[in-house]
Every structure is written in C-alpha cells, then in structure tokens.
C-alpha cells in the first residue's frame, strides 16, 4: 500500500464517490478487520451483508467520500446519509472507515470535515455519528472536531451543529471537488497504465 500524503505531509484530497465505485467501496471495506467491521456497523457483519450494504449505496440521495492512494484504492472511507426519516432533512447521518495501516494520520478528520461541509450545503443543521461504547478512536476524533456527546450507553452518539449554507461554502465546495476529481483521475489513469505494464510485462 503506498502512502502519498503523510510523507509528503500534504492535506489528502477527498472525492466524491459515484456508483462508478462500488468495488472500490467493497474492496476498502473488505479490508479492514472484523473488530473494525463491527465498530463501523455495530455488530458482526457477513460478508454477504457487506456486498448487500454496496449493492445498496444510494449515490444520489446519501453522499460517499473517499481519499485514495497511488494506485486508486480507497484508503479512508465516509458515508452520509440522508435517509427518509422524521428527522433527515435536518440531520444527516455519518459512518466512517480508515483502512488499519493508515489510521492516525488525519484521514478520519478529513472525511469527517469533508461531509460536515457537504450536510451544511445540502441544508442539513447537524450532522450526527452513532457508534458503539468501546470505540475510543471515533469519541476522540468527535471531540477533536467539537462534537458534542449524547451519553445513552446502549447506542452513543455524537453531534456537530452545522451553519447555514454561503455562497463562500458552497463555492469551497465545487472548488474542493474539482481538485479532487482532477487527482483521482490521475490516479486511476496511473494505476491502469501500471496494471497494464504488468499484464502485458
Ligand atoms: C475511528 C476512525 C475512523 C478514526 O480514523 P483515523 O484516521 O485514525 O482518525 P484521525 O487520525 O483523524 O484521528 C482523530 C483523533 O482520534 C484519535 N485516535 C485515532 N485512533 C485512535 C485509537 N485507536 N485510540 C485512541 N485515539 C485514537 C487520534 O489520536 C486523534 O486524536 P489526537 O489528534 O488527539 O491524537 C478509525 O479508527 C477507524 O476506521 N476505525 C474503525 C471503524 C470505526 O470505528 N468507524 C467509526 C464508526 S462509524
């Protein structure tokens, strides 16, 4: 796995997903640990499971970040949801997943940045995280980012409070994406041209 970023200790630029991903997507998840698996979800989930929770990512409702390395893998992994509930217009819901070997490095926070400031274009007024007690590394990445913690010991829960929308903000957003989809395309062109060095090597 090639580290671009904390060498270089440049910010990793976060894109935007599209159903155009989804095997990325599955890839990512199926690499991380089971322990890391069940933090995400909150319990032990199959392998089939996974493949179903793919097969059903909403690209046009929910919104999927990623931050990917040279060779366009997906390293650190986000979903936003907005799901059809009482309370979806105004909280939007937020899972996270960085890949073991490249935990602590900031990847966590970036996504999480990322998707707060796409929740507060899309209107939503708080962005919410659930997750499960034992899971020191999200409650400290809340605080960190000025979370406010819900202490309901069955199912914790962490909220950011997100402004209204700008045209300044929504203009970092574009400017944001724009960066991004230009690097990943890079990165994929690259990484099928390596792909193809080695099949036809
Ligand atoms: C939670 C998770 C996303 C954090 O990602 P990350 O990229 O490692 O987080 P960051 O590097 O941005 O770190 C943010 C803060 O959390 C702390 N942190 C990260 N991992 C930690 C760990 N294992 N134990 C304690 N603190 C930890 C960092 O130290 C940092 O705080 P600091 O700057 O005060 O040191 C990652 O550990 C993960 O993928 N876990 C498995 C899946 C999961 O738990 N998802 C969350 C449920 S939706």
Redesign the pocket.
């Known amino acids: 796995m090639h580290n671009t970023f904390a060498s270089a200790g440049e910010e990793p630029l976060v894109a935007q997903l599209g159903a155009h991903h989804r095997n990325r997507v599955l890839k990512h998840l199926r690499s991380l640990s089971l322990h890391?698996l069940r933090?995400?979800f909150g319990y032990a989930i199959t392998d089939e499971a996974l493949q179903r929770y793919v097969r059903r990512l909403h690209f046009s409702r929910d919104a999927l970040f990623g931050i990917f390395d040279e060779a366009a893998q997906i390293v650190?992994l986000g979903h936003l949801g907005f799901d059809q509930g009482a309370r979806a217009k105004t909280t939007a819901e937020f899972?996270?997943?960085?890949l073991p070997q490249m935990?602590?490095?900031?990847?966590?926070?970036r996504l999480l940045q990322r998707a707060a400031m796409h929740a507060r274009n899309r209107g939503a007024t708080q962005l919410m995280?659930t997750?499960v007690a034992e899971?020191?590394?999200?409650r400290?990445?809340a605080l960190?980012a000025g979370m406010k913690l819900a202490h309901d010991h069955h199912e914790p829960r962490a909220f950011l409070n997100l402004q209204p929308p700008t045209a300044a903000s929504l203009m970092d957003e574009t400017f944001s994406e724009m960066l991004a989809a230009i690097d990943l395309g890079f990165r994929v062109a690259n990484a099928d041209v390596a792909t193809h060095r080695i099949t036809s090597a």
Not at 95 to 98: E, F, I, L
Not at 135 to 138: E, R, S, V
């Open positions: 890391d933090l995400r650190a899972g996270v997943s960085v935990q602590r490095q900031g990847f966590g926070t995280m997750y899971n020191d590394a999200l400290r990445m960190r």
